[in-house]
């Protein structure tokens, strides 16, 4: 369950899009998926919404395999990861692009032409289909669902089983995270009350390492869906407590014009204690001895910066909002998703712009298209 540190002031609206109510055959995605086989590693190619979600989970939740997300097509990249990600059996290559007409992720997808491949994409229409009829992948549908609200669907789904996630877990977070909408609307819409106030920024940090894959997806949904018609806000994302050495300083800082978002998880996986050796105990820490942290967590220590920071924030005057999950596991990792989506959703509502659009970066792939047919 997430839970936020603001009042609860307005009931969310009813509004309450499709794409929130789509259900993912999961049983249907495993029969399709369990021929191919387990791989020890797995490259996934693709761009924005056609990888966000798969990271925030693989960051999060996998252990099994090695996995290299392919966003560019950056000849180190491309070398490097074909140098360790070798063609031996143990590799499988997962192209997502839900139109299938994405140029940069074509031209690095060929370039492991020869790897066990699978696509995930409209089976009826665009390139990526019809290279993968005639080169003989395997393709699984995607749905009509803008990539960066398809988390719960195939294109998410698809390489985080190939990589050993829980995929019907992680649907279960976030079927039961569309349930707490309450909570989205509240911080949608402390977000839209200060940005009318001049509040311009958004510093989200987060401190869960294992939730350090969510940056891209946060700043993704909310700069896409949002920020249209001179509207909306800028999104910055950092992991704590290193941000504190440097983005700090702008958040208390700098200009007043930034709200603090504060990601935290309230346990660990992981009950490691500190085991401060006798010799050391008496060496001066500040204003105390070394002593003090003996024994503490070091989920309790992290804890203590989270605090240390947002408490500065409070004396600075500083609005923050900060978002606990209990732990990280398969559920809370969905939830925190559809969380965001709806975040993104309601933000976009209060500013009477359409959340499933981005008009603006369709322009910049024309030019690209066209540059590049001057090189032949």
Not at 254 to 283: C, M, R, W, Y
Request: proline share 4%.
């Amino acid at each position: 369950m997430i839970s936020i540190d603001l009042e609860h002031k307005e009931k969310a609206p009813d509004a309450w899009p499709e794409v929130f109510k789509y259900r993912e055959d999961i049983d249907g995605l495993k029969k399709a998926l369990d021929g191919l086989g387990v791989f020890e590693r797995i490259i996934v190619v693709g761009n924005g919404g056609s990888i966000t979600s798969y990271d925030a989970y693989f960051w999060g939740l996998c252990s099994r395999c090695e996995s290299q997300t392919v966003w560019t097509m950056d000849p180190a990249l491309l070398e490097r990861t074909k140098k360790h990600f070798l063609n031996d059996g143990k590799t499988v290559v997962v192209a997502v692009s839900k139109s299938g007409n994405t140029l940069g992720q074509i031209e690095s997808l060929l370039y492991f032409n020869d790897y066990p491949v699978v696509v995930v994409t409209n089976p009826n229409e665009g390139a990526l289909s019809e290279i993968a009829k005639k080169l003989n992948y395997l393709i699984i549908p995607h749905p009509p669902i803008g990539g960066r609200f398809s988390a719960g669907t195939a294109s998410a789904f698809v390489p985080s089983y190939l990589a050993g996630m829980d995929i019907k877990r992680i649907q279960e977070g976030i079927i039961g995270g569309y349930q707490q909408k309450e909570n989205a609307f509240q911080v949608a819409s402390f977000y839209y009350d200060l940005e009318k106030k001049g509040y311009e920024e958004i510093y989200v940090t987060c401190y869960s390492e294992l939730l350090g894959g969510f940056a891209n997806l946060v700043i993704q949904l909310m700069h896409e869906s949002v920020c249209k018609e001179g509207k909306g806000q800028t999104f910055y994302f950092a992991m704590g407590p290193e941000a504190q050495h440097h983005t700090n300083q702008r958040f208390l800082g700098g200009k007043k014009n930034v709200i603090g978002t504060f990601i935290v998880a309230e346990k660990s996986q992981h009950d490691l204690k500190q085991e401060i050796p006798d010799l050391v105990k008496d060496v001066n820490l500040r204003s105390d001895k070394l002593s003090i942290l003996d024994n503490v967590s070091f989920q309790d220590a992290l804890h203590a910066e989270y605090l240390g920071t947002k408490r500065d924030s409070d004396l600075n005057k500083i609005p923050n909002v900060t978002i606990s999950l209990s732990s990280v596991d398969d559920v809370s990792v969905g939830e925190l998703v559809a969380f965001w989506h709806m975040v993104a959703f309601y933000s976009a509502i209060l500013r009477d712009v359409d959340p499933f659009n981005q008009p603006a970066v369709e322009n910049s792939k024309k030019i690209t298209l066209g540059i590049l047919k001057s090189h032949r």
